[in-house]
């Protein structure tokens, strides 16, 4: 028999939908694999094109490997600063855009186009599901961790090309997702871009379209 959700369940997962944060301020304390290998195993339960599950899991551990991460983004990031002025390039420099020297742990996710596995079903019109299943494993995974107090950050200021030579992974795959896990500094219900008044939660009417 199938579970029943009752309303105290659905009360409990829209609170982890707004709980749900990207998190860039990390405790260093290290998480232990079993929990990564457990998180993992629920992220892989997501949806996927004709049940293709091309995601591909990279764990970051070697240090100079970190490092030219690290050395990545700043470089994207400086290059993101140079295209804006004023009062938007000066917020733009106050703000953190990524825990990747605190979090204990790295991950990249990678969607391998050449899967054989579900035989290309649901690929043929729409080739762009293979990467958007990987998206799901992300945001499946995204949910697990903070059911479990761990806070998740999505790190997309890197250049996606040297990230492929930094970790040393066929050539053929393609960057998903680089992120950061760990235990979070500080919890918080509202994204921290809204905080810092970069941008604003845009309500459901402003972006439904009926026809």
């Known amino acids: 028999m199938p579970p029943q959700f009752d309303d105290h369940f659905r009360a409990t997962l829209a609170d982890l939908f707004v709980w749900r944060r990207d998190v860039r301020h990390f405790r260093s304390d290290p998480l232990p694999l079993s929990l990564i290998q457990e998180l993992l195993a629920l992220a892989c339960m997501a949806p996927s094109v004709g049940f293709s599950q091309p995601w591909r899991w990279v764990m970051v551990d070697d240090p100079d490997r970190r490092a030219a991460i690290v050395a990545n983004f700043k470089q994207a990031n400086h290059r993101a600063l140079g295209q804006l002025d004023g009062a938007r390039a000066a917020l733009y420099a106050r703000l953190k855009l990524a825990g990747l020297i605190e979090a204990p742990v790295h991950l990249a996710v990678f969607v391998d186009p050449k899967t054989e596995v579900g035989s290309g079903l649901g690929c043929g019109t729409m080739p762009e599901m293979l990467p958007y299943s990987a998206v799901c494993a992300v945001h499946t995974l995204w949910l697990a961790a903070r059911a479990r107090g761990i806070g998740l950050g999505w790190v997309s200021i890197l250049d996606p090309r040297q990230v492929l030579q930094e970790l040393d992974v066929p050539d053929h795959w393609r960057l998903v997702a680089y992120l950061c896990l760990g235990y979070a500094e500080d919890e918080q219900d509202q994204p921290e871009l ?16 009926q026809r």
């Open 194 to 209: 809204e905080r810092e008044g970069w941008a604003v939660r845009q309500p459901p009417e402003n972006v439904l379209v």
